[in-house]
């Protein structure tokens, strides 16, 4: 698959669900950034090669708030190849992912995941990584 027509068809699938154009344009940034950084086809990137990337934010002093944006971007695009270009692989970004960043000060959904046991937890450059 060309990714640059992947990339394209994605846009248009965007548009025509009525993202706004800002959205857009913060996804097609994201996912560049991403196609940039990974050094493998886009079809083949694994779970792991994701959390790399997540290191690779993280070191670059980006906040957990924007990598969870990259995440949803991230997670979108291979959502979309699964369900609308019939790719067949699992999506590498699971559902429910999402940086913490509140570094011991958890607001009480952190807390509450936590003491429930509901959801799992690991760190990555300091900072968890929450699968609800």
Not at 19 to 33: A, V
Not at 55 to 84: A, M, V, W
Not at 112 to 120: I, Q
Request: with cysteine.
């Amino acid at each position: 698959m060309a990714i640059t027509t992947a990339i394209l068809n994605y846009r248009r699938f965007l548009k025509r669900r009525n993202y706004s154009g800002h959205t857009i344009k913060n996804y097609m940034h994201t996912l560049k950034q991403f196609v940039v950084w990974v050094d493998v086809p886009i079809e083949e990137v694994t779970h792991k090669k994701l959390l790399a990337y997540l290191d690779y934010l993280l070191d670059r002093g980006l906040q957990p708030k924007t990598i969870n944006c990259h995440l949803d971007s991230i997670r979108g695009f291979y959502h979309y190849l699964i369900e609308e270009e019939q790719v067949a692989r699992a999506n590498p970004v699971k559902r429910g992912y999402a940086l913490c960043g509140c570094r011991g000060h958890c607001p009480a959904t952190c807390e509450m995941k936590r003491s429930s046991g509901s959801s799992r937890s690991f760190t990555t450059g300091g900072i968890e990584l929450w699968s609800c």
